[in-house]
């Protein structure tokens, strides 16, 4: 047990803190903007945005398993994260350009997409994995460390989602784009400035002279998939595929380590799977808010908050701003409390504040004024339970990776958590599509009216799963612990 004191970490959290921080910047940034960009601006349907969206977010975290794949076996840890704010900065570079009246190209905004999505997959898996190696297996402070951590996620998140829209709607959605492309700068520099704090820390191949061949081919090899990425978002069909075989294939070979290994490890490695499964059907109603609710704030909500007036994007940074002010309670509870409250309770418990966030929205559309227009204050609601519910599934879904998984798979596993983010994304863009209101029917009494029938769906299905996940709990946390005589019998 820890002294409780989370905000005492050693030096390397604070370098992967900030630079996490400017990353997340950077992709918030551009995310709180795009659909509606794409609606707005580029004339496309609600319905075709959300499910391209759906499909590059889909992108954007299936391809995390390759940066941390590069990351463990090829370039090291730190060089990937290098390497992939690189690409992440020449993507939303080229996205301002689309959005710019001189280089203005539609067919420019898929390829910057392309490039972002490959950047994010090299870069996201890579600080996380470097955060859970500066903490020895058993240390306590590795639940609030990475708590902390994910604080990092929101806190540059919170301020770029304020500041986006704000500069998209005075200045042009260009320089917002361009925002996001100063915040991955700003994070190169700084990791060039302090790398120095983490020169111990990293995978085997950091601990290595750079090799030449090795860096020049993944550079290669990653602009190759960024052009290839952009062809597939636009011929959507053959990005599902894709999808499809490499989960298939990622899980095939899960399973064939969960094989190999033996009595506690494959039971915690199964616990683990399911833990994965959970965080896909979370993932689902969490990825609605830059599609579906952000559209539900513009269409049916006030556009002011506690007073003051406000872009409808800007809703988004409510989430960001109540993972702030929870987090750090969260983490002093998990590094006091940490071996009374396990991981199953902690992502069951966050599948129930997840129902909370879509039913209170359906509450409110009940209150309504004579103008089909809710209070923001609903929406506010919305995201305190949507935040606690992050935090306990999301905030915590790579410290559950370092926990249960055996370290030889760590970067893999890291990567699988993300793919199921992805597969969450498709799955989110469809139920998306289903809030889209048919052409021409722009009143907003039926637009909150489908609102209110989807949001009732989401929400009353994801309570009745939580409901489930609450049942199973008590026994993923025996068998984690290995104090299930009957589950041992069942997978040795």
Known sequence: MSNGNVFKQPKPFYLIFSIEFWERFGFYGMQAILTVYMVKILGMSESATFTLFGAFTALVFGSVAIGGWVGDKILGTKRTIHLGAIILTVGYALLGLSASSHYGDTSLIYIAMGFIAMGNGLFKANPSSLLAKTYGEKDPRLDGAFTMYYMAVNLGSFFSIL?????????GYSFAFGVSAA???ITITNFIISGKIVKHIGSKPDMRPVNRTHYLGILIGAIILSFISSILLQHLFYAHLILIIVGIIIVFLYFRELFLS??????KMIVAFLLMLQGVIFFVPFLQMPTSVNFFAIHNVSHDLFGFSVAP???QALNSLWVMAVSPMLAIIYNKYGDRFAMPFKFAIGMVFSSFSFLVLVLGAHFANSDGIISSNWLVLSYIFQAVGELLVSGLGLAMVAQLI???MMGFAMGMWFLTLATAAVFAGWVATLTAAPAGIINPHQTLALYKH?????GYTTAVIAVLTLITAPLLTRIIRG???ETKVVFV
């Open 163 to 171: 500041l986006t829209p704000w500069i998209a709607e005075n200045f």
């Open 183 to 185: 915040g991955l700068v």
């Open 262 to 267: 033996h009595d506690l490890e494959r039971a």
């Open 313 to 315: 994007e800007q809703f």
């Open 406 to 408: 055996p370290q030889r």
């Open 454 to 458: 989807i949001f009732s769906f989401i």
């Open 483 to 485: 104090e299930s005589k």
